[in-house]
């Protein structure tokens, strides 16, 4: 390969893995991430560090009695990305560990104002991808950008119960149980613009240790992300990303389900290289549309340096092709 198409090879991988590695919405089920099903050279290597900052009612169980509830949220999340090849095309795994360095806030509970600051780890998030349409396994080297226009992949979320939380607090940074969302996406390249789509569903185990150790449930959520973005000539892009989710109606033990969902939020994503192994990422997204809780503003600001498998691509300016 030239080394103008590898070093261009070089920052889509760069830009393109910090955008599958990291969702900066506090709540499950609302994630906006553009770019999740783009095909990566295979035997790439990622860390990450991103800042967030969340202001609103970031807590979406519907049970919460707390009326008007307000948080401020500054959480930091650490994180590891690795490409590898599974059935002759391109897969990725990740695992992000966040923690909130302070929640501070409020709300009324019977009429009575109450107020507090948490802090402490939230629940990690593993994620496994698969391109099962274009796609093929490629190492940087030979990686061609113009020849993954159109892939189609599945994904597997997995939410881990590794925050803090205790059934006598009414906002806690663990949920004290699993989640698990599959879903199916697709990218489509024209010229310059990427199209994307997304259709998945959340899934949750019984939190047993629920209000007043009562057992609590969630009926699934369905989510649709739609995503478009467009490639500049210096590596960075701009995407305009919206999504859709419904269900996940909540049902304390011995209690009526509440309030099922039926939201949506928009945002703006930008990344922007810094040179062929780092990049930063800037986002920020809002409430479209809120039936029920979750209606809160997120600022995002994100580095992402590759460790390793970047070979011997060198900075000579060239750029992917539209």
Same mark, same amino acid.
């Given at each position: 390969?030239?080394?103008?198409?590898?070093?261009?090879?070089?920052?889509?991988?760069?830009?393109?893995?910090?955008?599958?590695?990291?969702?900066?919405?506090?709540?499950?089920?609302?994630?906006?991430?553009?770019?999740?099903?783009?095909?990566?050279?295979?035997?790439?290597?990622?860390?990450?560090?991103?800042?967030?900052?969340?202001?609103?009612?970031?807590?979406?169980?519907?049970?919460?009695?707390?009326?008007?509830?307000?948080?401020?949220?500054?959480?930091?999340?650490?994180?590891?990305?690795?490409?590898?090849?599974?059935?002759?095309?391109?897969?990725?795994?990740?695992?992000?560990?966040?923690?909130?360095?302070?929640?501070?806030?409020?709300?009324?509970?019977?009429?009575?104002?109450?107020?507090?600051?948490?802090?402490?780890?939230?629940?990690?998030?593993?994620?496994?991808?698969?391109?099962?349409?274009? #796609?093929? %396994?490629?190492?940087?080297?030979? &990686?061609? !950008?113009?020849?993954?226009?159109?892939?189609?992949? $599945? /994904? @597997? =979320?997995?939410?881990?119960?590794?925050?803090?939380?205790?059934?006598?607090?009414?906002?806690?940074?663990?949920?004290?149980?699993?989640?698990?969302?599959?879903?199916?996406?697709?990218?489509?390249?024209?010229?310059?613009?990427?199209?994307?789509?997304?259709?998945?569903?959340?899934?949750?185990?019984?939190?047993?240790?629920?209000?007043?150790?009562?057992?609590?449930?969630?009926?699934?959520?369905?989510?649709?992300?739609?995503?478009?973005?467009?490639?500049?000539?210096?590596?960075?892009?701009?995407?305009?990303?919206?999504?859709?989710?419904? #269900?996940? %109606?909540?049902?304390?033990?011995? &209690?009526? !389900?509440?309030?099922?969902?039926?939201?949506?939020? $928009? /945002? @703006? =994503?930008?990344?922007?290289?810094?040179?062929?192994?780092?990049?930063?990422?800037?986002?920020?997204?809002?409430?479209?549309?809120?039936?029920?809780?979750?209606?809160?503003?997120?600022?995002?600001?994100?580095?992402?340096?590759?460790?390793?498998?970047?070979?011997?691509?060198?900075?000579?300016?060239?750029?992917?092709?539209?």
């Amino acid at each position: 390969m030239k080394p103008s198409v590898r070093y261009a090879a070089s920052i889509i991988a760069v830009v393109t893995g910090l955008t599958i590695f990291w969702d900066p919405s506090p709540a499950q089920s609302q994630e906006l991430e553009p770019r999740a099903y783009r095909a990566l050279p295979v035997g790439l290597h990622f860390g990450l560090l991103v800042y967030s900052f969340s202001t609103g009612n970031v807590v979406v169980d519907p049970t919460t009695p707390v009326e008007g509830l307000e948080l401020d949220v500054h959480t930091l999340t650490a994180g590891y990305l690795t490409t590898f090849p599974l059935f002759g095309r391109s897969s990725a795994f990740s695992i992000s560990l966040p923690y909130v360095v302070r929640a501070t806030g409020g709300g009324t509970l019977n009429d009575v104002l109450i107020t507090g600051t948490r802090s402490g780890p939230a629940d990690a998030r593993l994620r496994l991808s698969h391109l099962v349409i274009g #796609g093929a %396994a490629q190492r940087l080297p030979e &990686f061609a !950008p113009q020849r993954h226009r159109r892939t189609v992949g $599945l /994904g @597997l =979320t997995v939410s881990a119960p590794t925050g803090n939380y205790s059934n006598d607090r009414v906002v806690n940074s663990g949920a004290n149980r699993w989640g698990f969302k599959p879903e199916i996406g697709t990218t489509i390249q024209r010229g310059r613009w990427i199209n994307e789509i997304a259709l998945g569903v959340w899934l949750f185990t019984a939190n047993t240790d629920g209000p007043f150790g009562l057992t609590k449930t969630q009926d699934p959520l369905g989510s649709l992300q739609l995503h478009f973005s467009y490639n500049f000539k210096n590596g960075m892009w701009l995407s305009i990303d919206g999504n859709f989710f419904t #269900g996940g %109606a909540a049902t304390v033990e011995g &209690f009526e !389900p509440v309030n099922r969902e039926s939201n949506s939020r $928009l /945002g @703006l =994503t930008l990344s922007i290289p810094l040179s062929r192994k780092d990049s930063l990422k800037l986002a920020g997204h809002t409430g479209a549309f809120t039936r029920a809780g979750a209606d809160f503003d997120v600022g995002v600001l994100g580095y992402q340096r590759m460790l390793a498998g970047g070979g011997g691509a060198k900075a000579d300016g060239g750029q992917d092709k539209p």
